[in-house]
Nanobody
Framework: QVQLVESGGGLVQAGGSLRLSCTAS????????FGWYRQAPGKQRELVAA???????KYGDSMLGRFTISRDNAKNTVDLEMNSLKPEDTAVYYC????????????????WGQGTQVTVSS
């Protein structure tokens, strides 16, 4: 079973940047697709970005142009670079192993990290 550990969250002012990292273990990292999701209080979990094993990427509409997802198969990491952060980006951010197919990302039910809090102050 895969283990996913997120890091890099914290408190940042609006307009600032953060870089989140997800480290995976217990799996053949390069053979899998991964995604970042977020969940704000009282809201549903939503897709932030996903990256396939072939490095294809997909972003949530409100993140396009501000966030960049990348992967390093040598380090077993999936990073999320977040720029021009807004207070509405405040949420817990989760890493997921899923399936990237036909330009869509399908999160697995079980393969989630514990999450990392991102708070953007105005």
């Amino acid at each position: 079973q895969v283990q996913l550990v997120e890091s890099g969250g914290g408190l940042v002012q609006a307009g600032g940047s953060l870089r989140l990292s997800c480290t995976a273990s217990g799996t053949t990292f390069s053979s899998h697709d991964f995604g970042w999701y977020r969940q704000a209080p009282g809201k549903q979990r939503e897709l932030v970005a996903a990256i396939s094993r072939h490095h294809s990427t997909k972003y949530g509409d409100s993140m396009l142009g501000r966030f960049t997802i990348s992967r390093d198969n040598a380090k077993n990491t999936v990073d999320l670079e977040m720029n021009s952060l807004k207070p509405e980006d405040t949420a817990v951010y989760y890493c997921n192993r899923g399936i990237y197919w036909n330009s869509n990302y399908y999160p697995s039910h079980d393969d989630w990290g514990q999450g990392t809090q991102v708070t953007v102050s105005s």
